[in-house]
Nanobody
């Protein structure tokens, strides 16, 4: 089992930036892909981005392309989500998740461990 702790959320004005971090423990970090999801009030949890165990492959949902960057530091057991040009519709609780294997995956069911979430609020 993997334990995940997110940090870095907060309140930011539209057009601003935030960097989320997620520290992992419990398994060899490079052995599994990592992902970021978000959930706005009244909405389903949605996929944002994912990165392979090695960091060599990434994937972004349409809403994140060109504005968000996922990265990882396997020496620090940490995955990041750099979010630029934030919009009010990016307001949500952001969750990091650990996949069951090293390859990039795209479905919520492919992720076996979840963090507690960090709130991101973008004001207009």
């Amino acid at each position: 089992q993997v334990q995940l702790v997110e940090s870095g959320g907060g309140l930011v004005q539209a057009g601003g930036s935030l960097r989320l971090s997620c520290a992992a423990s419990g398994r060899t970090f490079s052995s599994y892909a990592m992902g970021w999801f978000r959930q706005a009030p009244g909405s389903e949890r949605e996929y944002v981005a994912a990165i392979s165990g090695s960091g060599g492959s990434t994937y972004y949902a349409g809403s994140a392309k060109g504005r968000f960057t996922i990265s990882r530091d396997n020496a620090k057991n940490t995955v990041y989500l750099q979010m630029n040009n934030l919009k009010p519709e990016d307001t949500a609780v952001y969750y990091c998740a650990a996949a069951r294997g090293p390859g990039v995956v795209f479905t919520r069911s492919s992720f076996g461990s979840w963090g507690q979430g960090t709130q991101v609020t973008v004001s207009s």
